[in-house]
């Protein structure tokens, strides 16, 4: 009873920390498609007219970061024409940098 109680909560370890994982060849196919990368800049690459990524998901929470691409502040276009699951991978991705 409890190494089944162990295993399940292993699997959903296993699980959660496979997510950033799997959203990340989405979310780097969506980033060049959108540009992204031509203002902010990620381990050195990238435009310089946006605050680098690095360390953004320590520094923002995935509200604001979804609040930032849907309506941004600053001069940074809006993204809210992404579908959920688009902007949910963005998000996703976004939030595991730290
Ligand atoms: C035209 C330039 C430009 C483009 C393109 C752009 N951004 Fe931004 N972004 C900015 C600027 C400028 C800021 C800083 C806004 C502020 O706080 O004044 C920002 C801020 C952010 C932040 C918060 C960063 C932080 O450190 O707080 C996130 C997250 C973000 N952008 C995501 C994105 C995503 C995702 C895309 C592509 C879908 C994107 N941006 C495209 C200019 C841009």
Not at 12 to 24: H, T
Not at 30 to 49: A, E, P, V, Y
Not at 54 to 61: E, F, T
Request: net charge positive; aromatic share 4%; with cysteine.
């Amino acid at each position: 009873m409890r190494t089944a109680a162990f295993l399940a909560a292993l699997a959903l370890l296993v699980q959660l920390s496979a997510i950033p994982a799997a959203a990340r060849p989405a979310a780097e196919e969506l980033i060049n498609r959108l540009g992204c990368l031509s203002c902010h800049s990620l381990q050195g690459k990238g435009g310089d007219k946006a605050p680098a990524w690095d360390g953004v998901g320590a520094r923002r929470s995935p509200e604001a970061i979804r609040k930032q691409i849907v309506s941004p502040r600053g001069r940074m276009p809006s993204f809210a024409q992404l579908k959920p699951e688009e902007l949910q991978v963005l998000v996703t991705y976004l939030s595991g940098l730290n």
